[in-house]
Structure formats: structure tokens, C-alpha cells
């Protein structure tokens, strides 16, 4: 017996990742709804064979799985309408990954956590859960008292808008050797921004913050979390250099074989031939690739990179994953 799900969104770039991967995930779907805005009401969409049209929002929906994928502002106020309603609101925006009491949900890390009764359950930030996922077996393992973290992260993280912004920002930088066209408060192309989000009293951005407080609540420990976020030149992937203390020492032949045992990462370590993590290799995949794994200051210390694609692994297959997590264990 199948399920009924919701996609509010449905015409984001996320949104329409959500439906791709809900198309092949194992989820039985009695029936599928699609919601949007009103300027893309009557849109089709194609599922499991069945063409689906889009649908305003409403307030009546009844669905045993909801996907947001929405602004935080949105999300916050749709939720309360709707959450006694429906089974469970799987929600990507920033509204509710820090409120307490609603689980922030890598599955495979932390997915014990959601309970029968959880209405909402969120879905970390992009930058978070591929690090939290290269990270959990090095945690399991040996524990974390440090991280320091650099990320550089695509375009495809502010949405379709700025995509079509980085191509239209090339090619008028290579006819005219200028750019006019801004999405971001400086131009992209050719360019690396210091900073994603707004900078808060700490100095930190937004998107840095983001990357502290998520972390010590999915592993649910304190862990120290120096985070510098960048954006990028790049439409797909997100790049993460890490520097991790942990608590036990090791050897980085051990760090090799736990990852290559994990099934949520690729390590692609292959020095000989130049063959490490980047953005054109986990684009369009569902897996995190960890590399070049080096020594850091002591034996309990290491430095790697990572990557994977932030529009699947940072938002829309977590999000299936979620769902198929709460399915599998009868949760709705």
C-alpha cells in the first residue's frame, strides 16, 4: 500500500530534483501532489509515468509526507497550518533546523532520532551534510574535538536565478570585457566571494554559523567549528578543504579503509594520477568523494577535501532519504 506526498515548490531548482529522485526512490506513491506559486499553476510534470499538473499552494493539504522546498519565511508560516494535518513536513529551508525539539536529520548519521509523533523534521544545510557525512565514520571511529573548514560553493546554492546569472555574467565578460548583470552584491564570474550570506555580530556569516550550530546538533556533541564559506565560479558541487582534530589518535591508512567501507562515500585518493575530489567529479551523483587525505600537526589530526553536488546530497536526495527512512520504519 502506497503513500500520498506533497512537493511545495515543485518548480525550484531543488523542488524538481526532489521529484526526480522520488521517482526513483522506494516509495511507494498512491498519489503525488504539486504545488507552486499562481504564475505557475497548470504546469506538468511528468511522474512514474503519469503527467501531473501544478497546483496554487492551499491550506487543506492532508498528505501523509509534505516536501518543502521553499523560503524560510514561507515554510515557517505554512507549517503551522498544516502540521496537524498531514504526516510529516520534510523541510530544506533554514526555518526550523535549529528550533528545539524538531530533529535536523542526516539519516544515516543520526536518523534514530525521529520519533512516531515528529510533525517536522529538517534538513540541514548543503555545506553541513556532506561534511557531516565525510565525517561520521572518522567520529564513530576516533571522535572530533576540531574541525576547520573552508568550503567553496556553487552558484546552484542560491537557486536557479543565480545560475542563469554566472552564464549570462561569462558571456558578457567575454564579449564585451565587462560584466553589468549582478545577482550577487559583486560580480561572480571570474570571481570568489569572501562571504555567503550576511555577516552577524560574531563575524561569521550566516552560512558559517550555520555550519557550527547544525554540526553540534546532528552529532548532538560540542565540537569546535572554524568555518570560512565561499562562493564560487562553479554551477554544481560544493568543495570542502577540512582540518580535524580528533580525540583518539590514528593511522591515515585506517582514515582510507573506513572510508572506503562507508556507502555514502567515494574516496578517490589516487595520487600517482591526480585523481581527487572536484566538483565535475560528484556532480550529478549521490555520493560524498573524500581525498587527499594528509597528516596534519599530530597523530591525531588530518587534512582532506571533499565534494558533492549540493542540489542531490546537500538538499533533494537527504530529503528522499529522509522520507524513505520514515517509511521503511512505519513512521506515518
Known amino acids: 500500500m502506497g503513500i500520498n506526498v506533497s512537493i511545495i515548490g515543485i518548480t525550484g531548482v531543488v523542488g524538481q530534483k526532489m521529484l526526480e529522485l522520488l521517482e526513483s526512490s522506494t516509495i511507494e506513491v498512491d498519489n503525488l501532489s504539486l504545488y507552486a506559486s499562481e504564475r505557475s499553476r497548470s504546469r506538468i510534470f511528468k511522474f512514474r509515468g503519469q503527467e501531473i499538473k ?132 559583486y560580480p561572480i564570474a571570474f570571481n570568489v566571494l569572501p562571504f555567503i550570506g550576511s555577516i552577524e555580530k560574531n563575524n561569521y556569516s550566516t552560512e558559517e554559523n550555520k555550519m557550527w550550530e547544525e554540526t553540534d546538533k546532528i552529532f548532538n556533541d560540542k565540537i569546535d567549528v572554524y568555518a570560512t564559506t565561499l562562493r564560487v565560479p562553479t554551477f554544481y558541487s560544493h568543495f570542502e578543504s577540512l582540518y580535524v582534530e580528533t580525540e583518539k589518535s590514528f593511522e591515515i591508512e585506517e582514515i582510507e579503509k573506513i572510508m572506503s567501507n562507508d556507502p555514502y562515500l567515494r574516496v578517490l585518493n589516487d595520487k600517482d594520477n591526480y585523481q581527487f575530489p572536484m566538483p565535475i567529479s560528484s556532480a550529478n551523483t549521490d555520493i560524498v568523494d573524500v581525498g587527499r587525505f594528509r597528516r596534519g600537526a599530530s597523530d591525531n589530526s588530518l587534512n582532506f577535501v571533499i565534494s558533492a553536488d549540493n542540489i542531490r546530497i546537500g538538499a533533494a536526495t537527504n530529503a528522499v532519504r529522509i522520507a524513505e527512512y520514515i517509511v521503511k520504519n512505519g513512521y506515518i
Open 54 to 185: 501544478v497546483d496554487k499552494f492551499c491550506d487543506d493539504i492532508d498528505d501523509d509526507i509534505v516536501f518543502f522546498a521553499i523560503s524560510a519565511r514561507f515554510a515557517e508560516e505554512f507549517a503551522e497550518k498544516i502540521k496537524n494535518n498531514v504526516g510529516k513536513i520534510i523541510d530544506n529551508s533554514t526555518a526550523h533546523r535549529m528550533v528545539k525539539g524538531i530533529p535536523l536529520v542526516v539519516p544515516s548519521v543520526n536518523g534514530n532520532i525521529i520519533k512516531k509523533e515528529d510533525k517536522i523534521i529538517a534538513n540541514p544545510n548543503c555545506s553541513t551534510i556532506e561534511m557531516v557525512l565525510a565525517l561520521h565514520p572518522i567520529y564513530k571511529n576516533f571522535g572530533i574535538k576540531k574541525i576547520i573548514v573552508t568550503t567553496l560553493q556553487s552558484v546552484s546554492g542560491s537557486g536557479l536565478r543565480s545560475i542563469n546569472n554566472l552564464y549570462n555574467e561569462t558571456k558578457e565578460f567575454i564579449s564585451d570585457g565587462e560584466i553589468t548583470s549582478k545577482f550577487y552584491p
